[in-house]
């Protein structure tokens, strides 16, 4: 009983760390980079209210709707098993779950932090404080790619307003770039600021890169997390890469980047998957 009740404490603590750094990433972080990025970099880069000054606002405009407007989405998407009516008349692949107390279709898990089955569930999410599904699969692939277009774009114009204030000083700018926390210490300044703001615009540019090359990998091959053992060549779920991608991003695939309010009906209700007859 005892190590039950902490089971649930731990989740319960989880759960409020995630929607802690979900909230402090939407509110705060995202803003803040927001205002360095138009505010401080692109005053020194380019004219104001030039053509290209109102080029680069479209474009911080256009990746800011698509990356917040993804992340809530994602968050608000609901792919669990609860309040859906499935149709498990037919038994294949079909399993019990014993925590939800209910059968749950193919490619359907348990989440131990969401605590409950998720449709096509492929992984959980700590940014978006919940797991990754059927439903909100596409909202997950479309964030992490405007995350990295966005790391990449600002990168690149954050290195050229850094090299305004850089100064070599025998070296010392180096260690700055290696250990960007320590050299607030050392010598907290307008240039440790910076440096540091490139630092972790570069990893997190890196990091999101390798996650939406992992994750459209995987989707391009009709495959989710779980199953990436199990793959072999003729995978039964891989039904060719059009159709594997309207499978995620639903039937206008090819729109779902535009923006995420753009509706995009999937061709399932995640519980069925017997349809592999056309492959493209």
Known sequence: MLIKLESVKNKQLRRILEHSLYLIILLLLIPAFLYFE??????????QWTMSH?????????????IIGNMIYGML???????????????????????????????????????????KRDHHCTFFACCVGYYNHRFFICFTFYIFIAMMYSFYYNVIFLSVFITWNHGFIIIKFIFPLASFVVDFGPESVYVFLVVINFIIGLFSGFLFIYHFNNIMKGRIVPEMKSYTENFIHNKGIKLNLIEVLGTKWYLTWVSPFIKS????DGSEWNDYSKRE
Do not use: Q
Request: charged fraction near 15%; proline fraction near 6%; include cysteine.
């Open 38 to 47: 138009l505010c401080v970099v692109l005053p020194t880069v380019v004219t």
């Open 54 to 66: 109102f080029i680069h606002m479209f474009c911080a405009t256009f990746l800011l709707h698509n």
């Open 77 to 119: 998407t609901d792919t669990s098993i609860k309040g859906k009516f499935l149709n498990s008349h037919k038994k294949d692949g079909w399993t019990f779950c014993s925590v939800c107390e209910c059968l749950r279709p193919p490619r359907a898990w348990h989440c131990d932090t969401c605590d409950i089955c998720i449709l």
């Open 265 to 268: 009906d999937l061709p399932g």
